[in-house]
């Protein structure tokens, strides 16, 4: 009896998951000191002797675009963030929901094209970048290509990535909203 007393206990624990509250903040920050990534050991491009196989998979395309696909979309996201060094300066192409996000305190508005992706609790994560645009703005969620230029810029005392784009084209056909790779 004790046993399934245990078990019982055990599996409650196991399946009640994350129940967190909501945070309205944005999440898609770039690493608080991007300079000291850029300056921290192994973050120049030339492969380290510990590991040249693995360094050599991870290489830039010589491409002057680097396209984000649908089927790696948060790998590579991720990979953008954690070495941005590798991708300052270069022009960047992906496809998302166009988002944007008032804050009240700096009465700025941010926006950003994203994916949704997995998170603490189902899908609930977001990835994707910040960006900026001249042109005229697409409504709130609708599908976009965009192509622009990774930058770092500086507001309250803290560096954040985003794109400053070239194009911003609302397209008709949606992708995978959802992704988790």
Avoid at 96 to 119: C, H, L, M, N, Q
Avoid at 158 to 172: A, E, I, N, W
């Amino acid at each position: 009896m004790k046993r399934l007393l245990v078990l019982f206990f055990l599996l409650t624990l196991a399946s009640a998951g994350c129940s967190g509250t909501y945070d309205e903040t944005p999440a898609l920050e770039a690493p608080q000191d991007i300079a000291a990534t850029l300056d921290a050991p192994g973050s120049d491009s030339t492969p380290s002797e510990e590991s040249p196989a693995q360094e050599a998979e991870m290489e830039l395309p010589d491409s002057d675009i680097v396209e984000i696909s649908e089927k790696l979309f948060i790998a590579q996201t991720n990979d953008i963030y954690i070495n941005p060094g590798d991708y300052l300066g270069k022009t960047i192409k992906y496809e998302g929901i166009f988002k944007s996000y008032y804050w009240g305190e700096a009465d700025k508005t941010y926006y950003y094209v994203i994916r949704y992706g997995p998170g603490c609790c189902g899908y609930d994560g977001e990835a994707g970048f910040e960006v900026t645009w001249d042109g005229q703005r697409p409504g709130e969620d609708d599908w976009c290509e965009v192509v622009g230029v990774l930058e770092v810029y500086e507001e309250n005392g803290l560096q954040y990535l985003r794109l400053s784009l070239d194009s911003l084209t609302v397209m008709d056909e949606r992708g995978a909203e959802f992704v988790s790779t």
